[in-house]
């Protein structure tokens, strides 16, 4: 079965720290550019981070650009989103996506499949 699943959301305290996971199955992860999107109550969906691979490339959003990392582990078929420097404005429900292009401009586009999506929650 074809599908992204993600995993690690969760609870944390303003400046803590979370990794998200997105294991794929019935492909091969790096064969695609994977997105993490996220999306507030009462907001419009963000495309937060991006990455391609052969060559490794890598997009953030200005919210997220240095306190996110996004990464790879092709043995495990997974894309990780660490996530340093939490705000309470991060909070949101997070989706990984497959996408069929990157751009350095806009990261990730023409999605074609989503996660259930994670949520992520920063409060004191």
């Known amino acids: 079965q074809v599908q992204l699943v993600e995993s690690g959301g969760g609870l944390v305290q303003p400046g803590g720290s979370l990794r998200l996971s997105c294991a794929a199955s019935?492909?091969?992860?790096?064969?695609?550019?994977i997105g993490w999107f996220r999306q507030a109550p009462g907001k419009e969906r963000e495309g937060i981070s991006c990455?391609?691979?052969?060559?490794?490339?890598?997009y953030y959003a200005d919210s997220v650009k240095g306190r996110f990392t996004i990464s790879g582990d092709n043995a495990k078929n997974t894309v990780y989103l660490q996530m340093n420097a939490l705000k309470p404005e991060d909070t949101a429900v997070y989706y990984c996506?497959?996408?069929?292009?990157?751009?350095?401009?806009?990261?990730?586009?023409?999605?074609?499949?989503w996660g259930q999506g994670t949520q992520v929650t920063v409060s004191s």
């Open positions: 996506a497959r996408a069929t292009g990157y751009s350095d401009y806009r990261g990730c586009y023409s999605t074609d499949l």
């Open positions: 019935g492909f091969t992860l790096d064969t695609y550019p």
């Open positions: 990455i391609s691979f052969s060559p490794e490339l890598t």
